[in-house]
């Protein structure tokens, strides 16, 4: 289970600055409906725009 997850993604509400994620659970999901081949291919479903 991830500890601490750095995002450089500042326009998202939970970010907490310092490359920081402040939500308290995260959901990453498959960009696409195949899976995943790289990292590339994953999106943060929990980001919310500020
Ligand atoms: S919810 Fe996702 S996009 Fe938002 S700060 Fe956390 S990891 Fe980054």
Request: aromatic share 6%.
């Amino acid at each position: 289970m991830a500890k601490d997850v750095l995002c450089e993604v500042n326009s998202c509400v939970h970010w907490a600055g310092d490359n920081r994620c402040g939500a308290e659970t995260i959901y990453i999901v498959n960009r696409s409906s195949q899976e995943a081949a790289n990292s590339a291919e994953t999106d943060c479903k929990t980001f919310e725009s500020k």
